[in-house]
């Protein structure tokens, strides 16, 4: 006998996040939160330049400082502000804040390198793809040929919880706590640094403040408080304050865009030539840009060149390389749009690939209202009103996950997954999956993660964390399910198949037993299921598909963008909880906004230090700039599995805030973010050429 | 943060007393805080204003106006007699920031505190205002930079309030060891050509006690416009406020003090207020602008500005 999740309980389940009053209340413990008995805190001393050598520094007077273990500088080159040049550690903060000012390190300053555009290879200088011969002769068949290129900012991570490690390192065994989005990455990295087996190390990250992309191990903070730890046998932290958070805890980069496609005159597009360029740190990789996306642009050539910066590392950030590369596309789309007069959704139409997303136009068409679009800059009066389209998708595919199910006979339920909660609502996942198949109260399930004795889970990055780990818990779930059945079959001398539970009720021919009953016929201190297979809950790899459209507005005596609604509609598959599924989306819409209009980390130009390492003037959306946001859970599939849903809503939201824009203002900004000088500058050449 | 003595004055006096070479008051905090955690001040002994008597006080009489320097902006914000008779000051108090600061921060802080410049706030620069030998922002990053009144030191006065309380002929009230005196809000705020370390007149014992406004102005408005509608400091501000008949207009965020905007005081002269003429104002209160490699768009953003609150403050406000 088979039980299909219960779809309308999972539908219509608004339950709130389970640890909602824990957060609220300050009982939630983050890492920084434990202060273990005998703690030592150490930290980086850091480069404060973009290029720099060291010519001197006091490392006796911040050996002197009480309370100071150790101070070491181990590099004498700086090649990016906020590079990591030796460490103290000391009993308290106040030492370790005390020597890091003491060693007073003193800098030749050379001039960094901090401009993408100037340190790039010039596009005429990069070589021809091997089927330019094939592009160029699409493109002599195109009735019009658009020609642009594009630029994105460097946005930091700065993690609500900033980067920390804290290991209590004994003997033959570890504990240790940690900011993280991979449990186990974490604490296998942290083993391997303590020279401990995996099983010795009991990780704990319960309660996590935010991971895009840049939490994967242990990172510089745990090596560092491992190392302490084990060398003086007491425990140690090192976390990040906000400066280093911007300086050296990873950013999405910054990046150039040259597109050169052609299209015929159904707005068709044929050919393109694409570059790109990434801006990286001052080796290695990770610029890179996905452009073209989502749309079918016949022959393509693309190339990429990575350019090496004196700056902080790009560490993959939520979706990355998507936003810069879709704001490029689906500004170039519009821009073609209007030269040939077509309307940006019947330009889409010609191009995309997917039928869902078409479909999906229709409906956002009328959500936000298209028909009041005007012609780009065509509004009267000062305030003029603009929308625009982006789109993204996103593939899903199975993965490992382990859950355990505890079913206790007074009626508790435990489900545990060591995978971490980074905020998404992972525990509030498992318990309504479990509720859903097992037909239990939502309040007597409780909802265990983020503890590496608990069953291995993924690390959450490329949007896996609920997918993975959401058809194991629906089998264990429907293994306990089955069980409680037969042990209520029995009772009543009755077939199992017979039987039904929803909402903590068990029903069969003429009775009914509540849930503690039904329960209290456990015979054993507890029925246990681990469950690490996909059975019947996952369905062949399918992609979400993600639209949104948005309103907004622009003063063209200020040049001040309001976003004034988005609509966005997200295929999930099945959504668990509403309240989860949305909050991902209007937190990815509020991220693509706030990259569109605000955020960018400046480097000097004298120095490389960077301009603005705090929450004050590097400015991220705050309430009054967030929209409102209509969110469309998208059904396609008649039966769908639990899908990906963390990193498509951020992508497609600058490219239609910036298609907005230009068909508000009736010229394009091409670069990111839109700030009113970059508004006030592209209304004054429009100007200037009228 | 360095080390350093906290010290709860129980009154204006104890407070004044408590001052030595390395001390400073505090008010809300917010701004102190920040620029000790980044060391761009270090003192040594820190004097809390909280509990002195009579300084968060707020009175809207009549014949005037009178607020303790302690009286915090959301306090000032709730103040419905403020809001009907004192608009320009109201607005620039019940929109700065966030909800959260403003319960905290206070007029007084709002008035005194240094410079948003980034160059100034963080530690990695030795630039003029802290000492050294250059001004970073003249070659630099300077989009939020001053376009008026510029050098050496480029700056600008980030205070959302002060345009407000210079427009409407405010009487600043304040206190040191050699006792009290009166400053018009004018001459309180003093150009980086005067004084580099500090931009205002108040001696490093003195404390801003009050805020007096003598005279209730006829009409006023302020009009900040910020990239940001949360947690932002106005690219430009503008308060006008008429004072006996005669126009008032002074600017914020454009230059190192509230910048009276003088050829637009002179353009309104006592005239009543059309779109035409606030528009014109607007043009006349770009006088003198001097733009640097980043800012020339804050030009045009004054013009808006001006010729907005002029049009809020007469009622002619008509929305595009």
Same mark, same amino acid.
Request: proline residues 6%; aromatic residues 6%; negative net charge.
């Given at each position: ?690 | ?92 108090? %019940?929109?700065? #920031?966030?909800? $959260?600061? =403003?319960? +905290?921060?206070? !007029? &007084? ?128 501000? %503008?308060?006008? #406020?008429?004072? $006996?008949? =005669?126009? +008032?207009?002074? !600017? &914020? ?68």
């Amino acid at each position: 006998m088979t039980w299909q999740p219960d779809n309308r309980v999972a539908l219509e389940n608004d339950g709130a996040r389970l640890e909602i009053v824990d957060k609220i209340t300050g009982k939630a413990k983050y890492t920084t939160d434990y202060y273990p008995e005998g703690m030592l805190w150490a930290g980086y001393l850091r480069c404060p330049y973009g290029k720099a050598r060291l010519r001197g520094a006091d490392i006796d007077a911040a050996r002197a400082i009480p309370g100071v273990l150790e101070a070491e500088i181990t590099r004498e080159e700086g090649r990016y502000a906020g590079e990591r040049m030796g460490h103290v550690c000391a009993e308290s903060r106040e030492a370790l804040e005390r020597a890091r000012r003491a060693v007073a390190m003193q800098w030749d300053i050379e001039t960094p390198s901090i401009d993408l555009t100037r340190a790039r290879t010039p596009f005429e200088e990069v070589a021809d793809p091997p089927n330019q011969p094939r592009i160029a002769r699409a493109l002599g068949g195109a009735t019009y040929i658009h020609e642009q290129e594009y630029e994105t900012q460097v946005q930091t991570h700065t993690c609500l919880e900033p980067h920390i490690g804290l290991v209590d390192y004994r003997g033959d065994h570890a504990l240790a706590w940690g900011s993280t989005q991979g449990t186990f990455s974490f604490r296998n990295e942290l083993a391997e640094a303590l020279d401990l087996s995996p099983d010795a190390v009991e990780f704990n990250c319960e309660h996590v403040g935010g991971g895009f992309g840049s939490k994967f191990g242990m990172g510089a903070e745990g090596e560092l408080a491992a190392r302490m730890s084990k060398k003086y046998g007491r425990p140690c932290r090192v976390g990040l304050d906000r400066k280093e958070e911007h300086l050296d805890a990873g950013l999405r980069p910054g990046s150039r865009q040259y597109m050169r496609a052609g299209v015929n005159a159904e707005g068709e597009l044929q050919a393109a030539r694409i570059h790109t360029w990434g801006s990286v740190g001052f080796s290695g990789g990770g610029g890179g840009v996905s452009n073209p996306g989502r749309y079918r642009f016949g022959i393509v050539g693309k190339s990429h060149e990575d350019v090496h910066l004196n700056s902080g590392f790009p560490r993959a950030m939520r979706s990355p390389g998507h936003p810069q590369g879709m704001f490029a596309v689906e500004l170039f789309l519009d821009e073609v749009a209007a030269a040939l007069d077509i309307d940006p959704i019947d330009i889409r139409r010609a191009n995309d690939r997917d039928d869902v997303r078409k479909a999906m136009l229709d409906a956002g068409a009328g959500l936000i209202g298209w028909e009041r679009r005007q012609p780009n800059g065509a509004g009267a009066g000062t305030l003029k009103r603009g929308f625009g389209i982006g789109v993204a998708d996103w593939m899903n595919m199975p993965g490992a996950a382990t859950v355990d199910l505890d079913l206790f006979p007074n009626g508790a339920v435990e489900v545990r997954s060591g995978a971490q909660d980074i905020g998404t609502g992972f525990r509030t996942l498992l318990a309504d999956c479990v509720a859903s198949v097992l037909g239990a109260p939502r309040d007597r399930i409780k909802a265990k993660v983020g503890r590496s004795s608990y069953p291995p889970g993924p690390a959450s990055g490329g949007s896996v964390t609920s997918r993975f780990a959401a058809p194991k818990a629906m089998g264990a779930a429907r293994r306990a399910r089955e069980a409680l059945l037969e042990l209520v079959a029995e009772e009543w001398g009755v077939a199992p198949d017979a039987l039904d539970i929803a909402g903590g009720r068990v029903t069969g021919p003429g009775q009914t037993m509540d849930w503690a009953e039904a329960c209290g016929l456990i015979p054993e201190d507890r029925l246990a299921f681990r469950v690490n297979d996909n059975d019947e809950f996952w369905r062949p790899p399918t992609s979400s598909q993600t639209v949104q459209f948005v309103e907004l507005t622009v003063d063209v005596e200020t040049g001040i963008v309001r976003v004034e609604k988005v609509v966005a509609l997200q295929e999930v598959g099945l959504p668990v909880n509403r309240h989860a599924c949305e909050n991902q989306i209007t937190g990815g819409v509020i991220q693509g906004l706030s990259f569109a209009l605000f955020e960018n980390r400046l480097l000097s130009r004298h120095n490389g230090a960077m301009l603005n390492p705090n929450m004050d003037m590097y400015k991220i959306a705050g309430p009054a700039d967030v929209p409102e946001i209509v969110t469309v859970l998208w059904r396609s599939q008649e039966d769908p599995a639990v899908n990906s849903l963390g990193e498509p809503p951020v992508i497609p939201t600058p490219g239609a805030i910036a298609c907005a824009v230009y068909n508000a203002i009736g010229v394009p900004v091409r670069s990111l973010p839109i700030t009113p000088d970059k508004v006030l500058a592209a209304l004054d050449e429009k100007g200037a050429q009228a | 943060m360095n080390r350093f003595d906290y010290d709860i004055a129980e009154s204006l006096d104890a407070a004044i007393q408590a001052q030595d070479g390395g001390s400073v008051y505090k008010a809300g905090g917010m701004d102190l805080l920040d620029l000790m955690k980044e060391g761009v001040l270090q003192p040594g002994r820190v004097v809390s204003l909280h509990r002195v008597p009579d300084l968060a006080v707020i009175e809207v009489r009549e014949d005037g106006l009178r607020i303790g320097a302690l009286a915090t902006l959301a306090d000032l914000g709730r103040n419905e007699a403020l809001r009907a008779r004192y608009g320009a000051l109201h607005t620039a108090a %019940a929109h700065a #920031a966030t909800p $959260q600061v =403003r319960e +905290r921060a206070t !007029l &007084g802080g709002n008035l005194c505190q240094r410079p948003r410049c980034w160059y100034y706030r963080n530690i990695e620069f030795n630039c003029l205002k802290k000492g050294g030998g250059t001004c970073y922002a003249y070659d630099g990053e300077n989009q939020y930079h001053a376009i008026f009144g510029v050098g050496p030191c480029y700056i600008v006065h980030p205070s959302n309030c002060a345009p407000a309380l210079v427009a409407m002929d405010a009487v600043f009230h304040l206190q040191g060891k050699n006792g009290a005196r009166e400053v018009p809000a004018r001459d309180f705020f003093v150009s980086p050509r005067e004084r580099l370390d500090a931009e205002n007149v108040l001696a490093p014992d003195e404390a801003l006690t009050h805020v007096h406004v003598p005279v209730r102005p006829e009409q006023s408005a302020t009009i900040e416009l910020r990239e940001k509608q949360s947690f932002d400091w106005p690219l430009v501000i %503008a308060s006008v #406020a008429r004072v $006996q008949g =005669r126009w +008032r207009v002074c !600017l &914020g965020a454009v230059a190192p003090v509230p910048w009276v905007a003088e050829a637009a005081e002179a353009l309104l002269e006592d005239k009543e207020i059309t779109p035409e003429l606030a528009a014109e104002a607007g043009e006349a209160a770009a006088d003198g602008a001097n733009p640097m490699s980043g800012n020339a768009y804050k030009v045009k953003l004054v013009k808006t500005a001006v010729k907005r609150a002029l049009l809020r403050a007469s009622g002619e406000e008509a929305r595009a």
